[in-house]
């Protein structure tokens, strides 16, 4: 006798919980218990310092005298006399020029060029420039400042020896564009292993296609490379932008001088702040800078999600 064969058991479909989305079955309580520490983080080193500047902007707070005891609340009247202090809209405007020229342009085209350039170097000739390239971005802060001071110097600085004019006051002349050119060496690193990064990603099938119909490398450049790594530059111009922006280095050369003339944001803070005494001031003014950086931020989201 034949017995006929099992019934094929009934495909087990797993019911979907409406909006359940506890994917790993950890439970509020356990989730909760992972991301706490990272949330005490945030709150105590983030949003607390944060929290604290926005109010004593609110006061007339200051590091000595009475008002560092009993500060008094004066509401917006800081960020009012922010916007009527012409030093405040000097420091704003160089911050934007130490931006556009140090960040935007020379960091994002150096660094570029770099990458571009490396791509098809030899391997040992690839790793000498990137070690010195990163060099450049490793060293602490006070080092390259007083390298720099050594190149600009007046007397005896390597620039002008190598140029012919000794006598040449580079940090006192020409301060913003000195700063330029300081940060643009210092900061190219980061951008040149982004581009690194990003241009191996390009299908060297395109790369040769445009090589056989004829296109130059800056026809190459905008038609192939470009549309590959769009998000890459936008991301690049966002971190080094807000970095450049928030950057303190700039004291260390020229301390905002001649006459305010290399005062950027963070310098302007930090004069305020130490040498008038004014913080309640002063933390207005970095609660401005804190509103110019989730500007650009929010400009860069909407770009992104254009380009998405």
Request: overall charge neutral; cysteine-free.
């Amino acid at each position: 006798m034949v017995s006929a064969p099992p019934a094929a058991a009934p495909d087990v479909v797993p019911r979907r919980v409406p909006g359940n989305r506890d994917t790993a079955g950890l439970g509020v309580a356990r989730a909760v218990g992972f991301v706490s520490p990272a949330l005490l983080l945030i709150g105590l080193f983030l949003v607390f310092p944060a929290v604290w500047t926005i109010y004593i902007g609110l006061t007339n707070y200051e590091l000595t005298g009475t008002a560092s005891i009993s500060p008094a609340f004066v509401g917006l009247g800081n960020f009012m006399e922010a916007l009527d202090d012409a030093l405040f809209g000097n420091a704003l405007w160089l911050t934007l020029v130490f931006v556009i020229g140090s960040a935007v342009l020379g960091q994002n085209l150096l660094g570029f060029v770099l990458a571009w350039l490396l791509r098809g170097a030899r391997p040992w000739l690839r790793r000498v420039v990137e070690g010195l390239v990163l060099l450049s971005w490793i060293l602490p802060s006070v080092v390259v400042a007083y390298l720099w001071i050594a190149v600009l110097d007046r007397d005896g600085g390597t620039l002008g020896a190598l140029l012919g004019s000794p006598g040449t006051a580079w940090l006192v002349e020409y301060p913003m564009a000195s700063l330029i050119v300081f940060n643009t060496w210092r900061g190219t690193a980061f951008s040149m292993m982004l581009y690194s990064s990003a241009l191996a990603a390009v299908p060297p099938s395109q790369l040769e296609t445009a090589r056989t119909v004829g296109a130059s490398g800056w026809q190459t450049v905008r038609d192939v490379v470009f549309p590959h790594i769009r998000g890459h530059v936008l991301t690049n111009t966002l971190l080094i932008s807000l970095w450049t922006a928030n950057d303190f280095t700039p004291f260390l050369l020229t301390a905002g001088g001649p006459n305010h003339g290399s005062e950027t944001l963070p310098v302007f803070i930090y004069q305020q702040a130490i040498s008038s005494g004014r913080l309640g001031y002063a933390a207005a003014i970095s609660f401005l800078l804190l509103l110019v950086n989730l500007v650009v931020a929010m400009l860069y989201l909407l770009l992104l999600r254009k380009r998405s």
